[in-house]
């Protein structure tokens, strides 16, 4: 597939995930599975004008499960059927036995939890819970307590993510700060 073609149906599907059309993306990407599969390693004006330092940095070719997140925010508001995107997207990558799929749900979660868009939306925790029970690891929660999404670190927390040092302090959670301070490294204090 050519990068244009590749660049053209990207264009498509993120139309859909941004207007919350779960038959059009699934009829789209049961048509052209590659979706799920590839990158987009050149996108067009389309995404560029929208979020183009984010494509040189932390959105750099991008997957399409990425774009969920909508972080880098490029229109402000996610769909009210989000999650059940996100499941579809997901679907169609097990079905398509995407090899990439851990690193996919991995980093979209790290998307979820550092954006303001889920959590303003109030999809956040419950995008977290998607990506998590497709496989995602929670991790420690630094980019959610970065991104002052207290809620989403200490949902992290509660559904298998580190219980570090700095999360407990941000969460106030009193007798975790002294357990943990006592085996704390230097550089974690």
Sequence with gaps: MSKPELDSLFREAV??????????????ISASPQLVHLRLESPGKW????IDGALEGYFKAPYLLWFVA???????KLPANIVDITNTIIATARHEQVTSLQEQLDYTLGLVVTGRVPRESGTQLQLMDAL???GATP???YGALSGGNLKAAEHLVKR??????AT???LDLEAD?????????ARDK
Excluded at 70 to 76: A, L, S, T
């Design 168 to 170: 407990a302090i941000c």
């Design 47 to 50: 995404l560029r004008d929208l």
């Design 139 to 141: 991790g420690a929660g």
């Design 177 to 185: 700060v002294e357990r943990l301070a006592k085996g704390a490294s």
């Design 160 to 165: 298998g993510g580190e219980l570090t040092l």
């Design 132 to 134: 998590i029970d497709a």
């Design 15 to 28: 139309s859909y995930i941004d207007s919350g059309e779960l038959s059009a993306l699934r009829s789209l």
């Design 70 to 76: 909508e972080n880098p925010i490029r229109h402000e």
